[in-house]
């Protein structure tokens, strides 16, 4: 029978410190993040690969109709960074994970804020074209909720918050397990 690793964190603690309050700025950003005035180059890094994975999303899905289309974007993009969480839970990289749901909370806040623009259609768009057609005022005009695009893309928004606190939260509960676990050692 394999022996258990009880340590969590192989590195020495401060270096855990530390990227916790890099990713607490993270958070902090994510907050009021807005690509297209982004001076954040960490974040906009970040971003670009969920765009990059948004319209990935869309060419996969080609064959299907235009509304899972349209909807494959912002969900490949969540979907993606929702994978990555689950690699490094399943690798046991715990502290990697803390970062996976601050990605989580970016990329689900990009959608939300794609989402709750259905009605209003400011955002800036790229795509091919003059006229490039806005993924979810599309969705939610056939599905009958574009009226709803605000509270959808808040709450999309909202649980993306949820899930960035929480993975802060798991990180410091992964910093006080390596302090006790080191204070243990030396007594």
């Known amino acids: 029978m394999p022996k258990k690793n009880k340590n969590l964190l192989p590195l020495p603690l401060w270096i855990y410190i530390i990227g ?8 902090i950003q994510i907050l009021g993040f807005k690509a297209e005035n982004s001076n954040n180059l960490f974040l906009s890094g970040l ?20 509304i899972l289309v349209a909807s494959a ?14 690699a490094t839970l399943k690798a046991k990289s715990y502290y990697a994970s803390v970062f996976a749901g601050i990605w989580i909370m970016l990329s ?15 955002l800036p768009l790229i795509g091919p074209g003059e006229y490039v057609k806005h993924d ?19 709450t999309v928004r909202g649980i993306g918050d949820i899930i960035g606190f929480l993975a802060l939260a798991f990180g410091l509960w992964l910093i006080f397990a390596k302090f006790t676990q080191t204070r243990k050692k030396s007594i």
């Open 136 to 154: 979810w005022n599309y969705v939610f005009s056939q599905t009958g909720l574009l009226k709803y695009d605000n509270l959808i893309g808040g």
């Open 73 to 86: 974007g912002s969900i490949g993009e969540m979907g993606f960074t929702i994978l990555i969480l689950a």
């Open 108 to 122: 689900m806040n990009s959608a939300g804020r794609y989402m709750a623009d259905a009605r209003s259609q400011l």
């Open 47 to 66: 971003y670009f690969i969920d765009f990059g994975v948004h319209e990935a999303s869309h060419l996969v899905v080609f064959f299907l109709p235009p």
């Open 20 to 27: 916790w309050l890099f990713f607490a700025y993270l958070f």
